[in-house]
């Protein structure tokens, strides 16, 4: 295949790379170019980043990318175990500090704690930028696993229980040594709050992946499938590797 392909599922602009590291600087050039943008537009830019293994690749490069004005954005988590204690190291708040917010002088990083009213005031002060976000193996979005998604909640916030594959999938990033280790309960931003962003960048690397990515494609926009509502997004970007692309693929070409 080329360095990468494009093509479009309803309102979704999909884009597959053939190295997982390519599509790590790929998304992180869209975002940079977002947020150049919109800091020049607004003078501040209100960005929500998601805490997971797969969003290492792009948040490194997003890191090396020169002129981002870092002292414009705001940042938010998405999600959080807030059941462990602050300084455990599975917290999404201190996996996003070690790996990317203590490098940069960010205007300001929000974290999430159990005072979820806080968090909502914060959130829905003004409108939300960028949401940058992968898929879950489960095709959640955030920990909205299935049985609890829910493509009109009325909430911004709210805590849900974790289903037995987003348990595991977190075995498998090895955030985890097994699933007994992991909390049976999350606090989450909702799906309407996470698409009503202006821009959404999706990030969604590995063949563990690669069924969420065919369900997020090919099945009915449905609340069995959380990942599908990127269909309908008027500014939505999913970047893949070939391994997550691979059962997409051969049914396009």
């Known amino acids: 295949m080329n360095s990468h392909e494009k093509f479009n599922i309803d309102q979704l602009e999909v884009f597959v790379h053939s190295r997982r590291s390519d599509m790590g600087a790929a998304a992180a050039r869209n975002v940079s170019t977002l947020i150049k943008e919109i800091a020049v537009k607004q003078g501040e830019v209100r960005i929500v980043f998601a805490a997971a293994a797969s969003q290492r690749e792009f ?8 002129d981002v004005p870092w002292d414009k954005i705001v940042a938010f988590q998405m999600d959080e175990y807030h059941t462990l204690p602050e300084t455990a190291t599975q917290r999404f708040g201190n996996f996003l500090n070690k790996l990317f917010f203590q490098f940069k002088d960010f205007k300001e990083v929000h974290y999430m704690t159990s005072d979820t009213k806080e968090y909502e005031q914060l959130i829905s002060s003004s409108q939300i930028d960028i949401v940058c976000l992968g898929i879950g193996e489960n095709g959640h979005l955030a920990f909205n696993d299935p049985p609890v998604a829910d493509f009109d909640d009325k909430k911004i916030i709210k805590e849900v229980k974790l289903d037995e594959v ?8 090895e955030e985890f040594k097994s699933i007994e280790e992991v909390p049976e309960y999350a606090i989450t931003l909702t799906i309407p709050t996470l698409v009503n962003a202006t821009h ?9 992946k690669a069924k969420a990515v065919e369900n997020t494609i090919f099945k009915k926009i449905d609340t069995e499938y959380p990942s599908t509502i990127l269909r309908k997004h008027k500014s939505c970007k999913l970047f ?5 692309a691979i059962k997409i693929l051969d049914r396009l070409s």
Do not use: A, H, K
Request: charged content about 20%; overall charge negative.
């Open 200 to 208: 959404l960048s999706v990030v969604v690397p590995g063949s563990t």
């Open 240 to 244: 893949l590797d070939t391994d997550s």
């Open 166 to 173: 987003c348990r595991q999938q977190q075995v498998n990033d």
């Open 59 to 66: 948040l490194n490069e997003l890191l090396r990318i020169p």
